[in-house]
């Protein structure tokens, strides 16, 4: 008899907030800590919230990337993955609400394995179709722009 996974599951993260900025989370058995850089208040011990969001693109676009490699036969080998975000800080500044506060995002996939452009190209049309959280920036109306390239040597 073949066990099905669940399709909906529970997500749970908590914090213990030290300050206005550090907060010291955990989830399953990880502990990580987001906060703010030294100019803006903070003691500078993690990501801001802002950058673990972009962060959180990148790492799921490495594993989901990978999936989808695997499940289409494409030898990528590892990647590298580069993210640049343009950000609108008027809302956290409190200057005005903005409905768009990530506009744009570059992000680079650079693959060192012998996968070919065509493969790649095939690769990224996957992913985009089964990223959540580049999915969750699309459709919150941030403009992605992907680029899936060989590693230069």
Request: hydrophobic share 40%.
């Amino acid at each position: 008899m073949k066990i099905r996974p669940k399709t909906i599951v529970k997500l749970a993260v908590s914090a213990k907030c030290r300050s206005h900025s550090l907060a010291e989370l955990n989830t399953r058995d990880v502990s990580f800590v987001i906060d703010e850089p030294l100019e803006r208040g903070g003691t500078n011990l993690g990501p801001a919230p802002t950058e673990t969001v972009v962060a959180a693109l990148v790492g799921c676009t490495n594993t989901i990337g990978n999936k989808c490699a695997d499940s289409l036969g494409i030898d990528v080998g590892n990647f590298e993955i580069s993210a640049v975000c343009e950000f609108d800080r008027r809302g956290v500044t409190l200057m005005e609400e903005i409905d768009v506060p990530f506009t744009k995002i570059i992000l680079t996939v650079e693959a060192d394995g012998p996968a070919s452009d065509a493969d790649l190209q095939r690769l990224a049309a996957e992913v985009a179709k089964y990223c959540p959280v580049s999915k969750l920036f699309r459709q919150a109306g941030t403009q992605i722009e992907e680029i899936w390239k060989k590693k230069s040597a």
